[in-house]
């Protein structure tokens, strides 16, 4: 059973920092990309970063130069480190673990960005 364990959300001031790491239970070669999404109160849930299992790095245009996903494959783990967070960061942030036509989750973690 595949499971994705997220940790390091929580509350920090506007041009602060946070590193959110992911997981999972089984190799993470396993899956076709790995990648962090996030949700706001009665917003959509819209893609973040994704790590492609072979190099490729995809960023929403909102984080582009201040978030960077990481992969350390030995660990079976994938990292988001956000810097120069804003207000508008703040968010319900889950791992994704894609393996078509699977998409696998984590429990989700906040994200709270104060001004």
Aim: net charge positive; with cysteine; charged share 15%.
């Amino acid at each position: 059973q595949v499971r994705l364990v997220e940790s390091g959300g929580g509350l920090v001031q506007a041009g602060g920092s946070l590193r959110l790491s992911c997981t999972t239970s089984v190799s993470m070669f396993t899956f076709n990309a790995m990648g962090w999404y996030r949700q706001t109160p009665g917003g959509q849930r819209e893609l973040v970063a994704q790590a492609a299992r072979y190099g490729s790095r995809t960023y929403a245009d909102s984080v582009k130069g201040r978030f960077t996903i990481s992969r350390d494959n030995a660990k079976s783990t994938v990292y988001l480190e956000m810097n120069s967070l804003k207000p508008e960061d703040t968010a319900v942030y889950s791992c994704n673990a894609h393996f078509p036509p699977h998409n696998y989750w984590g429990q989700g973690t906040q994200v709270t960005v104060s001004s």
